[in-house]
């Protein structure tokens, strides 16, 4: 069992910032990239930032220069870095995971429960 634990939304005014965390626990072997996903009411999922092993990172065009994307490889934890917040930016925010489980060898995909991110005045 594989599970992700997400932490740091909330309520900020327009121009602040926030830090979201997730941290993946369970039978881990390795995980091979993590990443931020934001879903917004009436709207699809849509990737915000991702990070592999070797900290390749991609980023959504509306969020470059404003958000940074970074990982803890020995704690299993990924981080998401929010400055310059617009009002835009409001949508729950989901960690997702991909790796391998330990025993079996098993390739895993989980996703967060998601932290929702206000950006209000």
């Known amino acids: 069992q594989v599970q992700l634990a997400e932490s740091g939304g909330g309520l900020v005014q327009p121009g602040g910032s926030l830090r979201l965390s997730c941290a993946a626990s369970?039978?881990?072997?390795?995980?091979?990239?993590m990443g931020w996903y934001r879903q917004a009411p009436g709207k699809q999922r849509e990737l915000v930032a991702h990070i592999t092993t070797g900290d390749s990172t991609n980023y959504a065009d509306s969020v470059k220069g404003r958000f940074t994307i970074s990982r803890d490889n020995a704690k299993n934890t990924v981080y998401l870095q929010m400055s310059s917040l617009k009002p835009e930016d409001t949508a729950v925010y989901y960690c997702?995971?991909?790796?391998?489980?330990?025993?079996?060898?098993?390739?895993?995909?989980?996703w967060g429960q998601g932290t929702l991110v206000t950006v209000s005045s």
């Open positions: 997702n995971a991909q790796g391998t489980t330990t025993g079996a060898r098993l390739y895993f995909e989980r």
């Open positions: 369970g039978s881990i072997l390795a995980i091979s990239a």
